[in-house]
C-alpha cells in the first residue's frame, strides 16, 4: 500500500515510539490521526511536526481503556479526513505487577489498554476501511515471559494472538501484523544500570532506534502480500 496521500491513525502517538511512528509515516507521505489520552502537549508536538513536512495532521483525545470511546474516535478521524487506509495500535501501559502483589483493577486496566483496546480499535476501523493494514506494537514479553510484568506479558501474548486470529478474519481486504521492538528506549522507571545490562547482553552489541521500528512498522503497512506476521526488531535479543 502507498503510503502517499493515506490516512494512518496511530494511538498513543503523543510520546516516544507512538509519536516516532507518527511522524515516520508521515515523513513516507502519509496523513496521520494522532491519537492521545493525556498526552495532549506531546501530540500537539506531533501534529506541528507533521505539517511542517508538508502533510496533514490532527489530535484525537480519547481514552481507550473506555470502549464506548473507540468507535466515536474512528469515526472523527474519517470525517475530519475523508477516509481511514490504516491502523497502528501503539499505545500501551507497562508496569510492575508481580503474582503475589497484582489486583484486579491493575489487571482490568492494563487489559483493557493493551489487549481489548487493539481489538476494539481494529474493528470500529475496518468498518471504514476499503483495504489498508493494522500493525499491533507488541514487545518482547509477548515470546519470553516476563514474570515481574505478568499482566503486560499476558496482555502482548494476546496481542500476538489476536494479530493472527484478525489477518484471517479481516482477509483478504485488510492485513494485519505485529511488530515486537525490543530494547529501543528505555522504560522511564528503569534506572541507567539496569538498561546498560540489558544492552550488553543484546547480541548485535547496542540498542535499537525509534526509527528501525518506524521501518518496520512502514514496511508491513506497505508490503502487500504479508499479513499475520510478527516482525521482531530486537537485535537478537529473543534469542537468548
Known sequence: MELRGRVVLVTGAGHRLGQAIATGLARAGAHVAVHFHTAAEGAGETVRRIREMGTDAEAFPADLRDPSQIPSLIEAVVRRFGRLDGL????????????????????????????????????????????????????????KPWPDYLAHTVSKSGLVALTRALALALAPRIRVNAVIPGPILKPVHWEEERWARLIRRVPMGRAGTAEEVVHAVRYLIEADYVTGTVLIVDGGHHLL
Open 88 to 143: 497502528v495500535n501503539a499505545a500501551a501501559v507497562m508496569r510492575v505487577t508481580r503474582w503475589h502483589e497484582l489486583t484486579p483493577d491493575q489487571w482490568d486496566e492494563i487489559l483493557a489498554l493493551n489487549l481489548r483496546a487493539p481489538m476494539f480499535c481494529a474493528q470500529a476501523a475496518a468498518r471504514h476501511m476499503e483495504e489498508g493494514a493494522i500493525v499491533n506494537i507488541a514487545d518482547g514479553s509477548a515470546l
